[in-house]
């Protein structure tokens, strides 16, 4: 099972919006309502940040929200702030032959 | 506050294997709602997830690590393992266990709360 497609890099400067694209195939994002985003800064564990597709956990700001079309999944981040600086992984379920595929991550940086 | 922490030899020589546990507080390894997982990360590199455990024992393992790997639950102890037989030094990683949660519909939806990983180099 490959991994999902993310681009390596984003930016923007704080204020501003970046949406993050997580590409999979009908077997993974395409084919399931289980997408979760993760953000991880340096030296530190990942933080689930968006699980099934668009749904936040308790704690994360209303910043963050996600959506998915197709076999393309998106993350978007409003109103960038300093802290928001790290790199984000996708992950969906791949059915039960693959419980957690990740995405390849993305570098977002705030200008 | 659920909260996960791995042990275990933080070297392993190449073609041995690597054991580590994960112990589990704030929380129940026999919860019905929730998997627990290892998930790695060599330097520099992406997340990948390895396999995931139920209080049951029922095991799900990555495909291409599946003849190697072996993850199992002690609920007495709160605890769960990961063995990794016939280590290289693309096996060197921060290794992080996770709970897996388990939707309604029995699916594995995503990792809600993680250890703080822990570093394991395979040497030669």
């Known amino acids: 099972q490959s991994a999902l497609t993310q681009p390596p890099s984003a930016s923007g400067s704080p204020g501003q919006s970046v949406t993050i694209s997580c590409t999979g195939t009908s077997s993974d994002v395409g084919g399931y309502n289980y997408v979760s985003w993760y953000q991880q800064h340096p030296g530190k564990a990942p933080k689930l940040m968006i699980y099934e597709v668009s749904k936040r956990p308790s704690g994360v700001p209303d910043r963050f929200s996600g959506s998915k079309s197709g076999s393309t999944a998106s993350l978007t981040v409003s109103g960038l702030q300093a802290e928001d600086e790290a790199d984000y992984y996708c992950s969906s379920y791949g059915g039960s032959n693959n419980l957690g595929v990740f995405g390849t991550g993305t570098k977002v940086t705030v200008l | 506050q659920v909260q996960l922490q791995e042990s275990g030899p933080g070297l392993v020589k190449s073609s041995e294997t690597l054991s580590l546990t994960c112990t589990v507080s704030?929380?129940?390894?026999?919860?019905?709602?929730?998997?627990w997982g290892w998930i790695r990360q060599p330097p520099g590199k992406g997340l990948e997830w390895i396999g995931s455990?139920?209080?049951?024992?029922?095991?799900y393992y990555n495909p291409s690590l599946k003849s190697r790997v072996t993850i199992s639950v002690d609920t007495s102890k709160n605890q769960f393992s990961l063995k990794l037989s016939s280590v290289t030094a693309a096996d060197t990683a921060v290794y992080y266990c996770?709970?897996?949660?388990?939707?309604?519909?029995?699916?594995?939806?995503?990792?809600?709360?993680w250890g703080q990983g822990a570093l394991v180099t395979v040497s030669s």
């Open positions: 704030g929380g129940s390894t026999s919860s019905r709602n929730y998997y």
């Open positions: 455990v139920y209080y049951s024992g029922t095991t």
């Open positions: 996770a709970r897996h949660n388990r939707h309604s519909s029995g699916v594995c939806s995503s990792f809600d709360y």
